[in-house]
């Protein structure tokens, strides 16, 4: 179909739902389907260091498994790097096992506008084995722990990020190099998210968008007051000069009539 979540394809049960191999092409989508139930990682990220796939607007709810519940990111063959994944408008809830929700050993993950939701893994994301990670307008809320970032891996943007309720003490990303916690920046959840609980497509955008019609509306309107208090200070100078030459003009007269 067209790839909408509004078209209500589930997949329920079984194994691992999708595999993307080593031989994939470089543009792989999995968009609008609703992954509930499997005993496996529903998606098996496998290909090389020059495919690319993007899951968008879908959901991941109660899969279980060791290694990436939803999404598990693995480099095969002799090459240890694996391939580049962008998740967006995604939500994960209630997922379950070892090893995160998403698994990324090896690739390149980017994380945009997704919810995680009440899922029991240890680390809902965890990035290993010379992999890097993207994370913007994601929320995390009632799950066990946000981000795990392992020595050997690297940040490439953290930003606009929610954590909420979590059971560890770490509410962003934990960095184990510097054995610390970077702590997302947002009190407040900033993913776009629909009546039904899903998050839609984008980055946060649209409050964006709201915020700079405000600015340009108050903008205008202050422009707008600027000029008529103009109008009205240079009214009232005219009046007063005015009143000026008027009054010199009958003191004037007065003299005259004066010496006659």
């Known amino acids: 179909d067209d790839g909408s979540f509004s078209n209500d394809c589930t997949i329920t049960g079984g194994l691992s739902h999708i595999e993307v191999s080593n031989d ?33 607007d879908c ?8 290694g990436g519940s939803a999404i598990r990111i693995h480099a095969t063959g002799d090459d240890d790097n694996a391939m580049d994944v962008h998740v967006d408008g995604c939500t994960f809830v209630k997922n379950y096992g ?24 240890e680390w809902t994301v965890i990035v290993q084995s010379s992999a890097s990670i993207e994370i913007e307008y994601s929320c995390f809320d009632d799950d066990y722990a946000a981000v795990y970032v392992k020595d050997d891996s690297y940040i490439i943007e953290n930003s606009f990020n929610h954590a909420d309720n979590l059971k560890h ?10 054995d610390k916690c970077s702590k997302f920046s947002e009190d407040d959840c900033l993913a776009e998210v629909t009546t ?17 019609v405000f600015i340009f509306i108050f903008l205008g309107l202050s422009a707008i007051y600027t000029t008529r208090l103009r109008r009205k200070e240079k009214k009232f100078d005219d009046i007063s000069r005015g009143g000026e030459e008027y009054g010199s003009e009958n003191v004037e007269l007065k003299l005259e009539e004066s010496m006659y």
């Open 24 to 56: 994939a092409g470089a543009d792989v989508l999995i968009s609008g389907i609703t992954f509930k139930d499997a005993s496996g990682s529903v998606i098996l990220a496998h290909g090389s260091k020059y495919s690319h796939m993007k899951v968008k």
């Open 59 to 66: 959901r991941f709810e109660n899969n279980g498994a060791d």
């Open 98 to 121: 070892n090893l995160g929700v998403i698994h990324n050993h090896g690739g390149k993950v980017a994380i945009r506008n997704s919810l995680f939701l009440e899922n029991e893994e």
């Open 169 to 178: 003490g770490c509410a962003g990303m934990f960095l184990e190099p510097a």
């Open 196 to 212: 039904n609980g899903e998050a839609s497509s984008g980055d946060g955008s649209g409050r964006i968008v709201a915020i700079i």
